[in-house]
């Protein structure tokens, strides 16, 4: 086998088992953290692949004056390969060093203090949990973790990848006064599926600090990572930051560095990925300036009708069955949001997509519409289909008549890889649930600009900055937003909003374009130059602050979707 491929199936298969190793500064300076002057001190890394956290601690240990190095009983690592954990051996040994080794899957030892445990409680727990994403996390692997996450009191869903299981496992081996410092993926922060984690380390610590990283740290990953450490029991409301531009780095840090920030209740803590001062600007302008989208109208959810492909009918199918508007079937936008390109969805914009045979028809006839012609036949092909027994249409009676949503006054495109958009909808048809609608309420209607001005001045980079720290990520970099998240998002306040727009009004229909076709940097500039500058009365520096922190935050959600299916470790 030539070298270059024996290279390529050694990394593909620490691809697979998560495992991508860690610098060793990021080691030294968690084991040197950690042990915290404690000769005595009892530590544990839970998945030491070849052994740079062992070698971390036990060099600290030796330099703080414990007589072995680790040959006491002092450090301990336990990794499922046991090539890797050879290895870890030999490099030990080459430094005189030692460590309890255990070749197991660490969800399968369980926590000091358990009926079968052989572990003893530990003053440290240090390490890089292997990472990999559920769609890998399967089986009795995945079964074990969840179930020894929810030993510790923390549920996790389906989604969860490898390390929130292994963190919060982890957590159980840690004495209570004990010191936790882990690499973890940034979508500790930034996740759905990581709520219970969050909320398990506000529960189980005292004092817990992050430290963020300008640059990738692993050259073979694109996740971006945050170290965390931890310690003490209790629980806290408070986290302490750094910001440092790489590895090399954090020997710089020094006592009273850190920025402390307080946690909302619950949701994600996306905002902490942002530097102090940009996360300060961007309070201080939403406060002054901005308002949530929830002021104008709540989002809604579209109509749910358990098969789409059979209610969303194309003009072809209509005619074929002699389903007739207002009769048999609505006006709708179609499934998906790939067709709203621009500002407004018009008459004209739907009967485009009618022509070119797009399904832009909705089943819904009156409730006292007759099963005869044209329309019984088309419901015996659906019954033939077995859509009577899709969920949403077992609890509805008939089951061909979805509850189909009065058209909105602006669509909200919710899963978007850019930015979520509202689109005015001029065309007055109702939609499914591939997007949010939002319904101007009384007050907002009565400020008549609203449901023309809020599609062009929600791009600007104060709200698109606020749709990365209020959305969530997921796979594949999707940014989605739910009605009550979107509802948060924070868009130009009426008296701002009615400026800005008697500044752009005349320019709609040149930026339409430029957004149709694609050149939405351009409009987000100059809506910037008006709302956040002119209006606003930002300065430059102010304004491309938040233009960066938006973009920087975009750039992590979008890398993260590119990086592979595994993405770090030990």
């Not at 949001?337 to 004209?348: A, D, K, M, Q, V």
């Not at 036949?377 to 008549?401: D, F, I, N, Q």
């Not at 727009?501 to 409009?523: F, I, K, P, S």
Request: net charge neutral; with cysteine.
């Amino acid at each position: 086998m030539s070298t270059s491929l024996a290279v390529v199936e050694v990394v593909e298969d620490r691809k697979t088992r998560g495992a991508f190793f860690t610098p060793p500064a990021i080691a030294d300076f968690l084991a040197h953290w950690a042990l915290a002057g404690r000769a005595g001190a009892r530590v544990l890394d839970p998945t030491c692949g070849e052994g740079v956290f062992l070698q971390a601690a036990a060099r600290r240990l030796r330099d703080l004056g414990s007589a072995d190095g680790g040959l006491d009983g002092q450090v301990y690592g336990v990794d499922v390969h046991k090539p890797t954990l050879l290895r870890a051996a030999t490099t030990l040994e080459s430094e005189g060093l030692d460590a309890h080794l255990i070749p197991a899957d660490f969800f399968q030892l369980d926590p000091p203090g358990e009926l079968f445990s052989t572990m003893p409680l530990f003053d440290a727990v240090i390490g890089n949990p292997p990472f990999v994403r559920y769609q890998q996390h399967i089986g009795e692997t995945r079964r074990a973790s969840i179930q020894a996450a929810f030993h510790q009191g923390v549920r996790l869903s389906g989604l969860a990848s490898s390390w929130a299981a292994l963190l919060v496992h982890a957590g159980g081996f840690l004495a209570p006064d004990g010191r936790l410092g882990m690499v973890m993926p940034a979508e500790l922060l930034t996740v759905g599926y990581a709520e219970p984690v969050r909320q398990w380390l506000r529960r189980r610590f005292a004092a817990v600090k992050l430290v963020f990283f300008e640059r990738l740290q692993f050259a073979e990953a694109l996740e971006n990572v945050v170290l965390l450490l931890a310690h003490g029991s209790g629980g806290c409301d408070a986290f302490s930051l750094y910001h440092v531009h790489d590895a090399e780095d954090l020997h710089r840090i020094q006592p009273f560095d850190e920025f402390a920030v307080t946690l909302s209740a619950e949701g994600k803590w996306t905002d902490l990925l942002l530097s102090m001062p940009q996360r300060q600007l961007f309070k201080r302008v939403v406060a002054e300036h901005f308002t949530n989208l929830g002021t104008y109208g709540s989002p809604e959810l579209g109509t749910v009708t358990g098969a789409n492909s059979f209610f969303a009918l194309n003009e072809s199918t209509r005619k074929d069955y002699g389903l007739l508007d207002g009769v048999h079937v609505r006006k709708i936008s179609p499934p998906g949001t790939r067709h709203l390109r621009g500002l407004t969805f018009t008459n004209g914009d739907w009967e485009r997509l009618r022509d070119a045979d797009e399904p832009v028809w909705i089943l819904h006839p009156d409730s006292d519409t007759p099963r005869r012609g044209g329309f019984d036949r088309y419901l015996k092909m659906g019954e033939e289909l077995g859509v009577p027994e899709a969920y949403k249409c077992t609890v509805r009676t008939p089951w061909w008549r979805p509850p189909v949503v009065s058209p909105p006054d602006l669509f909200f495109t919710y899963m978007s890889h850019r930015y979520p958009r509202l689109v005015t909808n001029r065309a007055r048809a109702t939609l499914v649930n591939s997007m949010h609608g939002v319904r101007l309420r009384t007050v907002a209607a009565a400020l008549r600009v609203a449901r023309e001005a809020l599609p062009l001045l929600v791009l600007n980079s104060v709200t698109m900055l606020g749709a990365e720290v209020f959305g969530r990520s997921y796979g594949g970099g999707i940014l989605k937003m739910e009605p009550r998240e979107a509802a948060s998002l924070p868009v130009p306040k009426p008296e701002v909003l009615e400026a800005a727009w008697a500044a752009l009004r005349d320019e709609r229909e040149v930026l339409d374009r430029q957004l149709r076709n694609g050149l939405w940097t351009n409009v987000v500039a100059r809506v910037d130059e008006v709302l956040l500058r002119e209006v606003a009365k930002l300065s430059g520096e102010e304004a491309t602050e938040l233009h960066d922190a938006a973009q920087s935050l975009r750039t992590r959600r979008l890398g993260h979707g590119r990086a592979s299916g595994a993405v770090n470790g030990n």
